[in-house]
Every structure is written in C-alpha cells, then in structure tokens.
C-alpha cells in the first residue's frame, strides 16, 4: 500500500493530539458484521410481520419505517436492536481496526454508533475513557485527561435514542448541548471520518452549519471509502473534503500505515523535546560560565556534544565517521601509523570504533605502535583511554592535556566577556563589536605555533609522530564562547530585545558575533596547521577534519560559512614544510541532529549553531624532507 494514501497532513494532526475521529456503522460491520441501517429495516420487517409490498418503501422510508416499529411496540423494538447489536460482540476480541484506533491520541472521538464495539475496545486496550451518550452526562467531558467518546444518537442501553423520523426531528430540541458539542470539535480540528455515509442528517446539518461560518478557514476532513461517484465527490471536496479511497478489506492495512505514520512523528516529536530542552538548559548553564574558558568547554561537551553524540549515535556513525574512516586509512603510509596523535577524540575515540574501523581487531598491533590522545578536558582523556584498554591492552597510549586553539580560545571568551559586561545597551555592545578584536591576536610563543611541541615535552609524551589526525576542528574551539555570550546577551537584554525592533537589533548583533567567529577560525585553523607540523615527522601525514559550512533547513534560511571565505582560510605551508596532497569534500551534509526549531531564551530566539546541518572536508598534508645546503642552493637558483 503506497505511503501516499496517507496524507501527511493527516498523520501530522494525529501524532499532536489534535484529530476528531468520526466513526460510523460500516466500521462496526466490516470488523464484527453488525447490521447496517437497510439490514436492520429487513430485520425489523421480519419481527413485525409487516407485508411484502412494504419492503420497498421501507429501503425508501427508513426513518419513517422505523417510527413505525417502535410504536407498535418499544419493548419489542428494542430487544431486536440489543439482539443485533450487542448480543453478536458479546466476548468477541477486539479488532485490529479498533485496536489502532484505541493505540492512537485523538483530540475526540465522535459517533453515531449505537453499539458498544468503540468504548468496549478502548477500555480492553487500557485507555481511560469518558462516554458521552445523552445531555445528562455531557457535563463530564473535558473534566478529565481522558478520551472523550461522544455518541451523537446514544446508545442502545440508554433510554433516549436518535433513530427515528421524530428522532432526528427533535435532534435539536432535545440533544442542544450534544450538538453545540460537536460543531465545536468539527470547527477547531480536522476530522477523520471513517464507515460513515454522506446520508446521514444531523451529520450533515452539523457539517453544513460549521462550513457556512468558517468556509475555507475550516480544517480538512478526510474520508475515508471506497470510491463514489465523481459528482458526489466534487461536491464534499468543495468543502474542504480530502477523499482516501480505500476498499474495505484494505482498512486495516490502512490503519496500520497510519499508526505507523503516527509513531514515528510522535518520536521525533519526543526527541524533539528532549532535544530542546537539553540544548536550552546547556545554553543557559554556558552562559553562567562565560568568565571560565576550561569549565565552558567541559560543559559544552557534557551538556552538546556527548548527548548530541549518544542521542544520535547511529547517525553519526553512518554520515561522519565511517566515511571518515574509510577515507583516513588510504592516506597512512602504507597503510601504518606507528605514531599517531589523535586530538580530539571525544569520549569513545569513534577513529578505533564502529564496523568499517581500520583499527578493528588484530590489524592494531601493526598498524599503530604508540597513540597519543590530546583534548582539552582530562576526563575525555580518561574515558576514551579506558574505552581504548578495554578493546586494544596491548596498544601503549599516552594522553596529552592541551587547549588545542593556543590560548586563543580563551583569549576570544575573555573578548566577548569584556565587551558584554562593560555594555550598558545593545547600542554599546554593538560599537564594542564593530571594534577590531585586537585580543584575538598575539605575539607570544602561541604565534609560531610551537605550543603543541612545548606541551609535550612539558608533559612526557612523544614528540614527533608518523600521523596527526585532528577532529579538533577550528570552530569546535570557537563555538563554546560564541554560543555562550550570545545567550548571555539574551539574558542580559531581554527586554530591550523582545521590544518593537528587537528582532533587528538581534539580527545586526549576531552577524557581528559570526563575524568575529570566523575570523577566530581563520586564525585558528592556521595556527593550527602550524602547530601540527611541528610534531609531525618528514614524509608523515596530517589529516584535519573540519566543518566548512553551517547551514540551516528553516525556510529562507541560508548558510553560514565556518570562515570568512567559502574556501579554507590560505595556509602558508613553506615554513613548515607542508604540502597539501588532498581534499575531500563530504558528499552529503553531515546532519548534527534532525530537527529545525528555536530554542527561546527569556523570551527571545535563538536558531544559530542549533538545527542546523554540517558540510565536512578532509584535510590531507604531507611533511616535505628539508632540503641539504646543495639542494637550497639549486633550489633558490
């Protein structure tokens, strides 16, 4: 069955609680075979003993006909409507077409059934019910958090029914409240309409009543048959009537589609929440760090990256690091990494993980003789070598503490810190902003890159290595700050922010913030080059994985570029003796997680570096030999 038949719209409403179901007897005939209204007429005629020739004017008359058989005896009209209608469902078991429908979250649901096959499902299957089947009980409905079940023409265990000519004659006189009810329900939500035919009056009158108010402004309803003829259909699809033709022994496969449809919405509306509600409560825990550049990053990682990571594992898996692995091993030479210094790690080392690892099993031993993990926080450090010894004990690994953007980091942190609390208005803050970041730049020893070197002389560990691979791109360094300050300027300025012009104002400061990121990456990145080739051995091999472009699914939303050019900043590879022999560009986006939403923050939004989605290049280097003096000489001449 084609996913088509189910409108997306449809399921969408489902899945958020806000459908009204409308069944009608042909679901309870096709499930449990009871009588449809000409069957009951035949049914009647036999009891009553009415004459032949009243047959085809019975099929004609109905209501009337039925009128008929309650006067000539209501106690003997209503046991062959007990007979028909509840006897032949007495211990049956619920249906797989009920058991869908008692699976799913209506807003409410509406029928004109007499029978008891809806509430007796719903209750079998551990749903809390409230049954509205007269005006007498109607005051129970929405006084609780259950599902409402709402019986237009009550049941056949309650005294007042609707099913005959006075019956629906005096519909609106003595079932007020039961009408003003479902003119409600039809007016606020798109309803689902399931065995029901277009005959009926009160359904129509009700419908009609809803549409000559509201008009185009109505909500959908989706009817769901098997074909009819086509100048019925153009009538009801000027009404805002979507037809889903279905045959009848398809309904339940139907159904299970749309149960299908509705669980999957529902979790990705789940994770969507916890999503949501981890990305604001870790925005808000970064901006109360903003003065402290080491406990920012161990929070950005506990509170982002590690639950983006466990949430979305398998995606990660498949759209990051098994491309990435595949394409790191046809760069070792020769396959072999004796020394290898991984920086960035995270906590599972995803490099020495997953199906496609080149590390995997017995081929570490000759592949990699010593390791090296460098990350800023100790505790990553940690895990990941225990998760390392738990798989490869033989394998000799070292850690390697170290902020890998050389002090920048920090130095771009204190920057915004600085500008933030010395602002008074967003005005002031603004005019700070657009001033040269002279903090971001420094003449220490951090310029020549020779930090990393430093650090691991310092700390012990190797200093030159065969292969340096990095997922410790320039930007990872960066957006911890950048996220942090910008929600504590939402914080700070809430209310000159969600004011009339906030929105610009908002716009105008956080390109001014993306501004200063890029060019922080820039610096980094190349700082970063730098500092790598210090420690890399001649004709060794350096691999970078870094996000070059952010962009967003909202609509109208474009792009960001992780630096100030849609290129890789130029790197000046001479002085350290770097020749770049490839570059891979992602073949798909890499999607850091599924969803496109705003988090709020004091009542302000905030969408950058949150839903968006990522582009990867893989950066390869290779370390040239230095030249002899005679080799120089030739060279320069």
């Known amino acids: ?21 409308f069944v009608g007897s042909g679901l309870s005939h096709n499930t449990h075979n009871l009588p449809l209204w000409n069957d009951l007429v035949r049914t009647m005629l036999k009891v009553f003993d009415a004459p032949e020739q009243a047959l085809a004017a019975a099929d004609t008359y109905k209501l009337e006909f039925l009128e008929y058989c309650r006067k000539q005896s209501p106690a003997k009209f209503r046991a062959v409507l007990e007979e028909q209608l509840l006897n032949p469902v007495r211990g049956t078991r619920v249906s797989r077409c009920h058991e869908v429908l008692a699976s799913l979250p209506w807003a409410a649901i509406v029928t004109t059934n007499l029978d008891n096959l809806l509430e007796s499902s719903f209750v079998a299957m551990g749903n809390d019910i409230v049954v509205v089947d007269n005006e007498t009980n109607i005051a129970s409905a929405g006084l609780r958090n259950n599902t409402l079940i709402l019986k237009m023409h009550g049941s056949v265990s309650s005294p007042d029914l609707v099913l005959t000519f006075s019956d629906y004659e005096d519909f609106d006189l003595h079932r007020p409240a039961m009408k003003a009810m479902v003119i409600a329900l039809f007016a606020r939500f798109p309803v689902l309409i399931l065995g029901a035919g277009l005959s009926d009056p009160n359904v129509k009158n009700l419908y009609g ?67 949501e509600f981890l990305k604001r409560n870790a925005l808000l825990r970064m901006s109360e760090m903003i003065s402290r550049y080491d406990r920012l990053q161990q929070e950005y990682l506990a509170t982002v990256h590690i639950p983006d990571l466990t949430m979305f594992q398998n995606r990660w898996e498949t759209t990051l690091y098994a491309p990435l692995r595949s394409k790191f091993i046809n760069h070792l030479p020769n396959g072999i990494a004796r020394e290898l210094l991984y920086i960035g790690p995270g906590p599972n080392a995803p490099l020495f993980r997953g199906p496609t690892s080149s590390f995997a099993g017995d081929t570490v031993a000759r592949r990699v003789k010593k390791l090296v993990l460098a990350d800023v926080c100790p505790s990553v450090l940690q895990d990941a070598k225990q998760e390392l010894a738990s798989r490869f004990p033989d394998l000799e690994t070292q850690e ?160 960001i570029f992780s630096f100030t050019s849609t290129d890789l900043p130029d790197v000046d590879t001479t002085v350290a003796r770097l020749d770049m022999r490839y570059m891979h560009e992602s073949a798909t986006w890499w999607v850091d997680q599924p969803f496109d939403f705003p988090i709020t923050i004091e009542g302000v939004r905030a969408e950058y570096f949150l839903a968006h989605k990522h582009r990867i290049s893989l950066v390869v280097y290779k370390k040239m030999r230095s030249l002899s003096g005679a080799d120089a000489a030739r060279r320069e001449v």
């Open 209 to 275: 009543i809803v549409y000559s108010v509201l008009g185009e402004a109505k909500h959908d309803c989706f009817y769901v048959s098997e074909p009819m003829p086509d100048f019925l259909e153009k009538v009801w699809v000027d009404r805002r009537f979507q037809f889903i033709h279905i045959r009848n022994e398809d309904l339940e496969g139907w159904l299970d589609e749309l149960q299908a449809n509705v669980e999957k919405l529902r979790e990705k509306e789940q994770s969507r929440k916890e999503v």
């Open 400 to 559: 390697l503490t170290i902020d890998i953007s050389g002090g920048r980091g920090e130095a771009l942190l204190q920057y915004l810190c600085d500008s933030l609390n010395s602002s008074n208005s967003t005005e002031e803050l603004e005019e700070r902003l657009n001033r040269d970041a002279t903090r971001l730049e420094s003449e220490s020893a951090v310029a020549s890159g020779t930090y990393l070197k430093q650090a691991c002389i310092e700390q012990g560990v190797t200093q030159q290595f065969d292969v340096v691979y990095s997922e410790m791109v320039a930007s990872f360094t960066g957006t911890a700050p950048v996220m942090a300050f910008e929600t504590a300027t939402k914080r700070k300025f809430s209310g000159q922010l969600r004011a009339e012009k906030g929105a610009e104002i908002l716009e105008r400061l956080t390109t001014k913030i993306l501004n200063i990121w890029q060019r922080y990456n820039d610096a980094v990145f190349r700082l970063h080059i730098l500092s790598l080739s210090h420690v890399l051995k001649e004709d060794g091999v350096m691999i970078i994985a870094t996000d070059v472009e952010k962009k967003f699914a909202a609509p109208g939303k474009g792009s």
């Open 1 to 21: 069955m084609e996913s088509s038949k189910i409108p997306k719209e449809l399921a969408v409403a489902v899945s958020e609680g806000r459908c009204v179901l």
